[in-house]
């Protein structure tokens, strides 16, 4: 199982958000849209071994959305569809525990701390451990939107592994494309 978490540090909470706004009153919830179709889509397939949490801190209360491609339905390749599904999740009350929100996904309160605390991931960074030349690599890998991450979020990963997918600064969603590639590579020389 291939795990990504991605941080969106002005994306709403609530499902009161317009498909029609993503970029802007809902924080710039479209980054973490495409982030969802990078982690799952392939041509007219989609990977059922990725999940991918959404860590949304643009409310009062933190909220983690979880994506899991084995059973997640009704996505399709454009920003609205992964849109409308976020708003789906964002419907369910979020309580310290996921809770289904749809076939797929599942919401909880808490952000990013909580999710550390369950799972080891490392960071996806520029200045990382090129992905190319390491040896292995890790199954959980975390990202920021288009911010950098905040001084609590970096006390929170500063000891964690860090690996790069190239030496230029790349969206979020290309950067989980090229990983996914370099974990498709692997995979076929076995
Ligand atoms: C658009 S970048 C973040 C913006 C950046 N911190 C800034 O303000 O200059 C989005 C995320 O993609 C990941 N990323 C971007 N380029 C990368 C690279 N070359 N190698 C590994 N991760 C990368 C990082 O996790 C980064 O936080």
Redesign the pocket.
């Known amino acids: 199982m291939l795990r990504f978490a991605v941080v969106g540090h002005k994306a709403t909470t609530e499902p009161t958000f317009s498909l029609n706004d993503m970029p802007g009153g809902a924080g710039r919830l479209d980054i973490l849209c495409r982030c969802i179709n990078s982690s799952f889509f392939l041509s007219h397939d989609l990977r059922r071994d990725v999940e991918c949490f959404l860590i949304l801190k643009g409310g009062e209360q933190e909220k983690t959305l979880r994506f899991a491609g084995e059973t997640i339905r009704s996505l399709n390749p454009d920003e609205r569809s992964a849109g409308a599904l976020i708003k789906k999740g964002l419907t369910k009350e979020a309580t310290s525990s996921f809770q289904k929100a749809a076939d797929g996904i599942h919401i909880r309160a808490g952000g990013l701390a909580e999710l550390l605390a369950e799972i080891p991931f490392a ?4 200045n ?1 451990e090129d992905i190319r030349t390491a040896e292995t690599l890790p199954e959980n890998f ?8 905040t001084e609590e979020e970096m006390e929170l990963i500063k000891d964690l592994p860090k ?10 969603d290309h ?1 989980i494309t090229i990983l996914l590639n370099e974990f498709d590579r692997r995979a076929a020389h076995e």
């Open positions: 960071v996806l960074d520029e990382g975390l990202l920021s939107d288009h911010m950098n991450f690996y790069s997918v190239g030496p230029r600064v790349l969206h979020a950067t």
